[in-house]
């Protein structure tokens, strides 16, 4: 990542608002997060946590509605997949927008930062619910459903994690957000 492109902030306050970062100067903190070397398994974890928080309430809220207007079972998954984008997106957003960037840059910004990351979550979870025997027949009154729900989050979790630590390693995927963290 050059500091040069930083538009926003001069390098000086670039420098300045990462130095409470382990005691890094802004060039270290970077290194960490995509300029080009390997990424921490921590914040890959991170970044992952991020797109899962989104995707979760996305998915949890789509079932409850599909469940509620008594959609079947790929008009409630349809509906949960598009919600966790949209509220993936959202939680980036809400931070990129908070830094100073318009809608625009910061929509282009969300769909760089979590788009990889949110389909291969979505595969993945709703995949595993898939091959839950009897997870797309339960209700949100069964304890198979949120169990079900649970798992598929936690293997949708230990794939996508790697995936986000190879983007961020090479300066792709959520390694562009933190640019614009203060």
């Not at 890094?24 to 080009?36: P, S």
């Amino acid at each position: 990542m050059e500091h040069e492109t930083h538009d926003h902030r001069t390098d000086h306050d670039h420098r300045t608002n990462h130095d409470h970062h382990a005691g890094r100067t802004g060039h270290d903190h970077h290194a960490g997060h995509g300029g080009g070397g390997a990424a921490s398994w921590g914040t890959a974890a991170r970044a992952t946590l991020h797109c899962l928080t989104g995707c979760a309430i996305g998915e949890v809220l789509g079932m409850i509605i599909g469940t509620a207007l008594g959609w079947g079972d790929a008009p409630t998954m349809v509906l949960a997949i598009a919600l966790a984008f949209f509220f993936g997106y959202a939680l980036t957003l809400r931070g990129v927008l908070a830094a100073g960037l318009d809608f625009a840059s910061a929509f282009k910004v969300a769909l760089a930062a979590d788009t990889l990351s949110i389909l291969v979550m979505e595969v993945v979870d709703n995949g595993v619910l898939l091959l839950v025997p009897g997870a797309m027949d339960a209700h949100l009154d069964d304890g198979l459903f949120w169990g079900a729900l649970a798992f598929a989050f936690l293997v949708a979790f230990l794939v996508t994690t790697p995936v986000n630590k190879w983007l961020i390693g090479r300066g792709k995927g959520h390694a562009v957000v933190h640019r614009y963290h203060r």
